[in-house]
C-alpha cells in the first residue's frame, strides 16, 4: 500500500527539488505533455464542445447514481458476472483476496489500477501468500523497485533510463549480468519476455475499470501496452476494480468520454486498446475468463455526493492536471504522499485520507487555473482546492501564524484610516531601510521570500494614496 | 469611444499603493487619454483576496462589503491587476450565498462593471494605440488570474505594438504561472523560487532587456529572481510604459 | 449489506429516496433510446473520403494498410507481407469462415492453423468486424470465430477488414452492432470481449519515448478487400458465424 507521507509534503518537495535525476525526468516529460495535448487537441475543432458534454453526462450521472448502479449490476449479471457492492477498502480487499482462494490462484497478474493502489490490493494479496505481478510496464519496475507510481498514468515518469537498467540487472538474475541494454528496445523487450511467462501462468488477472456502463454491464479498459488485455483474457477468472462514480449510462456517454481522455492524457486520439468486458466466456468461445467479478468501491466516494467537492466525481483521471501544473512540474507525483497527486490529487486526497493528514496539498497551489483549462470534465480544480482551505480555516487547522497575521491584516483592511496611517509608516521605514538599494536581499520576517530572490524596495516618495492625496491639495 | 466621460474609479490595489505607485498615476494618465473621469475613493483598502485564498471566507465577505460600497456609485471600476480585478469581477458574487441577496445582487452588480485595467481601455473605451514611446526588447508576461479568469491575452500586446521603438518577445510557455500565488510565495518558497527560476530563464532566454506584467504580485516576484540573479533585465508594470511614464521611476527592484 | 449502505449513502447526499417509478422509467428511457452526442465532422464526409481517412489515421498510428481487390488476393499479399518482414511463412488464423472460404491452395508453403493464439505464434490473421474512420480503430468482437487471443499474443498481427465495414464515427458501429448481433447469454448485443483496436501496441514509460510492440503486437497491418460496389449488409459468412453462437446449436468447424 501507498504510505501516506501527505503531512510531510514541504519535506518531501525540498527533497524531490533537490534531486538531480528527478529534475532530469521531470525537466523532460513536462513539455512533452503540453505539446502532445495541445496537438491532439488542435486536431478536434470540437473539443471545447465535447468539454461540455463530459461535464453534463457526468452530472447527469451522479444526480442519479443509484439508479444507474442498480441497473448496471443488473446487466453484469445477466451476462453471468458477479458483483461485489463494498463500502471500504477492508470489506474489496477482502472480497478479492476471497475470490483469489476459491480460483486457488498462487499468482495473480495486474493491469494499472489506480483504485489498486488506494486499496492495497498487493500488500493484502502478498501477506496471505499470493504473488500479485504488475505488468504495466511503469508499473513492473516500480514493483522491482518497490516504490509507489509518481504520476496516475505514467507511474515512473520519475525514472531514467539508467534506472531501468539498473533494476532490470538487480531483479532478473538468471539473465547474463553482462548483457548490453544498447537501446530503450532492449529495456521492453526484456520486460515482455519476462512478464509473458507470468501472463500465461496467471490464475486469476485484476484489471482497474476506466467507465463502466449501465447499458451492457461492461467494464471499460483503455490502454496502449495490451497488458490490461492480458490480464483479462488469459487466466480463468477475471476481477475488475472499479469506484462508483466509473458508471456512466450508455456507449454513447462512453463514447464522448473516450474523446476526450485520450487526447487530454497522452494527446493520442484514440488510445492502442479500449476494451469492453461483458460478463464470462461464452458457449464455442475460444478464449476468456470463466468468472467475471466486478468488485465495486466506494470507500468515501458516496459522502462526497451533495457536497462541494461532488464535482471531484466527473474526474475521468486522465492526469492533464497534473500534466499542466507547475508544482507537480517542480516536485514530480512522489512528494504528494499519497496515491493520487497533482491538482486532483490535492482535492481528491483529503476527501480520502482526511484534511487533517493532507491538509497541505490544497495549499500547496498558486491557484494559476491552468488545471481547470486543461480539464476534460471541467472540474473547477482552484475552486475545490480554496474550499478546503476554507474548511482547514473553519477546523483550525491553517498554521497559528498566518491566522493571526491574517487577523491583524484584516483589522487594519477593515479600518481604511487606520490601514493608511500604518501603511504609511511601514512603507516610510521600508523606504529608509532600502534608500539606495533598490532591493533587500533580506530582510527579517521575509525569509520565505529572499531565500530565493531579492525583495524589491518600495517604490521612493510613499504610498500612492498619500502621494494622491498630497497631489490633489496641492491642485493637481 | 463612448459619449459622455464615464466616471471611473481607480482601485489601486494594495501592491500599487504600497510598492509602485507610479502605476497608479500611470493608470489616471491612461484612462483620461481614452476620456474617462477618475476618482481614487478614499475607503479603499484591500479586495480581500489574501483573506479569500486563505480559506477565511468571513474576512474576505467583510471587506468585499465595504469595496462594494465603496465603489458601487460608479459607472466602472478598473484595476490594474489581472488578480484583483478578478477577485471583484468573478469571485465577489460567490462570497454572498442566498442568506445575504442584498449583497449578493451588489456584489453581481460591481462585479459586471469592474475591469482590469488594459482590457478595460481597448475592449470598453476601445483604445487603439497610445502616445508612448520606449527603446527596448520587451517580453510580455500574462499573469494567470488575468489569462484564465479574464481572458486578458491580445489586449495589453495590441497596445505594446503601438509603442514606438518597442519590439515585443514572446516567452516559451507563456502560459505558464511565475510562482508567485500570493501567499503561497512564502508558505511554500523551495517550490515558488524553482517556478519562478524557470520563468526567469525563459525570460532570459527571449533576448529582452524589459519584462512588463499586467500584475504587481508577478512583476515583484519575477523582479526579485532577475535580481538575484544578477540579470540585467528591466522589469516594470506595462501600465508604465503604455503611459509613457517610465521616466518616473527606476524599474522594479532598481535603485534610483 | 453493504450495497444498500451504498445506495442508501448515495441518496442521503442526494437529498432523496428511490427515484419515482416515473424517473427511473425516464432514465431507464434514456438509456433504451441512447442519445447520441457531438459527432466529429472529421469523419462525416463522403464514403471515400471515409475509407482513405481510415487509412490516414491507422497510418498515422503507425499500422499499415494494403488494399486488395477481393478475398481471393489475401493469401498473396500474407505471403508477401511475412517475406517482406522477413518473418517463416506460418499464421495462425482465426476460424471466421469468411477466412476459411480463401482458397489457399496457391500458397501450399504458407502453414496455417486455424484457432486461438498461443505462446510461440508469430503471426496471426484476424478478421476485423468494422473500422471507424474517425480515429483508424478496428472493432474486434469476440466470438467463437474471432478470438481475442489472435489480438494478444503474436507479435505480428494480420487483419482482414471490408472497406464495407467501414464507418464514419464510433457511433455508426455501436448502432450496427445494435442492429446485426446477438449474444447468446445476455439475449443482448454486446459481446464478451470487444476490443477497440488503434494501431499496435506500445509503451512510452520508459522515458516517455514511444516503443511499439509492448505486450501486443509490434505490428498491425490490414488487408482491406475493396468491395465497396456492394452495400453493407452482414455477410452470410458471418450470419451463418453468429448461429453458431447460440445456446444448443454445433459449433462451426474449426472451434
Redesign the interface.
Known sequence: MVHLTSPAFKENAARALADPGLQKALARTKPQFHGKRAKAVAGLPEFEQLRNIGRDIKNHTLANLDHYLEVYAANVEKAGGVVHWCSTADEARAVVLEICRQAGAKTVTKGKSMISEELGINDHLEAHGITPVETDLGEYILQLRKEPPSHIIGPAFHLNREDWEQSFRESHTDLDPKRVFTERRDILTEARTKLRSRFLAADVGITGANFLIAETGSSVIVTNEGNGDLTQTLPKVHIALASIEKVVPTLEDATSLLRLLARSATGQDFSVYTTFSTGIRRQGDLDGPEQYHVVLIDNGRSNMIGTDFQEMLRCIRCAACMNHCPVYGATGGHAYGWVYPGPMGSVLTPTLVGVDKAGHLPNASTFCGRCESVCPVKIPLPKLMRHWREREFERHLTPGTIRTNLRLWAWFAKRPAAYRAVTRMGIGALGLLGRGKGAFKWLPFAEGWTRGRDLPAPEPGGTFMARYAKARRQGR | MLQTRPRVALFVTCLVDLYRPTVGFAAIKLLEAAGCQVEVPEAQTCCGQPAYNSGDRTTARDLARNVIDTFLPYDYTVVPSGSCGGQISHHYPGLFDDSDPHYRGRAEALAAKTHELVSFLTDVMGMQEVAARYDGVVAYHDSCSGLRELGIREQPRKLLGSVQGLTLKELVDRDVCCGFGGTFCVKYPDISVRMVSDKAKDVVETGADTLLAGDMGCLLNMAGRLKREGAPVKVRHVAEVLADMTQDAAPIGEPK | ???D???G???????RG??PADQ?AM??G??AS?????I???SRIPRAEQIALFIK?VE??FGTVQRIPDLAGVPEAVTDYLAAQNLPARIVMA?HPELESIDWTARPLLARET??AQ?GDLVSLQHAWAGVA??G?LFFP???VR???L???PETEIVLLRASAIVGA??EA?DRLRAERK??????W????????????????????L?L?????RRLHILLVEDEAAPREMSRAEARAQA??Q?GTP??PG?
Do not use: C, F
Not at chain 3, 454486446?190 to 519515448?209: C, K
Open positions: 449489506m453493504s450495497k449502505a451504498i445506495l449513502a448515495i441518496r442521503r447526499g442526494l437529498k428511490p427515484l427511473a432514465l431507464n434514456r438509456i441512447h442519445p447520441r452526442h457531438l466529429p465532422a472529421r489515421n498515422k498510428e476460424p484457432r486461438r505462446e474517425e480515429t480503430t469476440s466470438d467463437p478470438p481475442a487471443t489480438n494478444l499474443l464510433y457511433e455501436w449474444d447468446p447469454m445476455t439475449g443482448g454486446m459481446p464478451r470481449n470487444l476490443m477497440l483496436v488503434t494501431g499496435p501496441s506500445r509503451s512510452a514509460d520508459i522515458e516517455q519515448t516503443e510492440g509492448a505486450h501486443g503486437p453458431t453462437a445456446p459449433a462451426a472451434d
